[in-house]
T-cell receptor, first 109, second 116 residues
Framework: KNEVEQSPQNLTAQEGEFITINCSYSVGISALHWLQQHPGGGIVSLFMLSSGKKKHGRLIATINIQEKHSSLHITASHPRDSAVYICAVRAGSNYQLIWGAGTKLIIKP | ETGVTQTPRHLVMGMTNKKSLKCEQH?????MYWYKQSAKKPLELMFVYSLEERVENNSVPSRFSPECPNSSHLFLHLHTLQPEDSALYLC???????????????FGSGTRLTVV
């Protein structure tokens, strides 16, 4: 069992819908990251969280340290949001991140 | 472009070939990484170089050989690969040591490798 679990693995929604992607982890962490990977491969860092909530445009990320759980929300979803969203946690060394398997999101027009 | 450039974008090679992947960053970062991304699996960290010195090597087979000649360039030399090595190979860089991933951890677009 992976130390970082994401759900759902795949998500298809209509344009405009509110999207939630979940990340649960089983280790103590110093930070949690949400990243976005578009078709073609490039990965973009969206958020780094150690507590609370962050917002950037239509994206909101929350984390509950006690419950070892984080969510990524997308409001007013758009087809250009279609991508794989990856959760990763920093649990130890400065270099190592533990990666989730990703959630593939498709937003239909 | 994110500031981390990988070449080539796509590579098809036979099992007896020797090839190299290249990664270049001009962000002033002091750490560079090679990751492997296989279908439906989490990213796997292969190698980490900090200040041009290899600091992590996650039990990667010897048919993968990294080289970091300076802080801006990173290579992954490939020889006698197997079909199961087909994957997306991602390079990343960061400003390690600050404990804050939020700025500085940048990925390239990856090299899609197919071994035939």
């Amino acid at each position: 069992k992976n130390e970082v679990e994401q759900s759902p693995q795949n998500l298809t929604a209509q344009e405009g819908e509110f999207i939630t992607i979940n990340c649960s982890y089983s280790v103590g962490i110093s930070a949690l990251h949400w990243l976005q990977q578009h078709p073609g491969g490039g990965i973009v860092s969206l958020f780094m969280l150690s507590s609370g909530k962050k917002k950037h445009g239509r994206l909101i990320a929350t984390i509950n340290i006690q419950e070892k759980h984080s969510s990524l929300h997308i409001t007013a979803s758009h087809p250009r949001d279609s991508a794989v969203y990856i959760c990763a946690v920093r649990a130890g060394s400065n270099y190592q991140l533990i990666w989730g398997a990703g959630t593939k999101l498709i937003i239909k027009p | 472009e994110t500031g981390v450039t990988q070449t080539p974008r796509h590579l098809v090679m036979g099992m007896t070939n020797k090839k190299s992947l290249k990664c270049e960053q001009h962000l002033g970062h002091n750490a560079m990484y090679w990751y492997k991304q296989s279908a439906k699996k989490p990213l796997e960290l292969m190698f980490v170089y900090s200040l041009e010195e290899r600091v992590e090597n996650n039990s990667v087979p010897s048919r993968f050989s990294p080289e970091c000649p300076n802080s801006s360039h990173l290579f992954l030399h490939l020889h006698t690969l197997q079909p199961e090595d087909s994957a997306l190979y991602l390079c990343a860089s960061s400003q390690a040591g600050q404990g804050n991933f939020d700025y500085g951890y940048t990925f390239g677009s990856g090299t899609r490798l197919t071994v035939v």
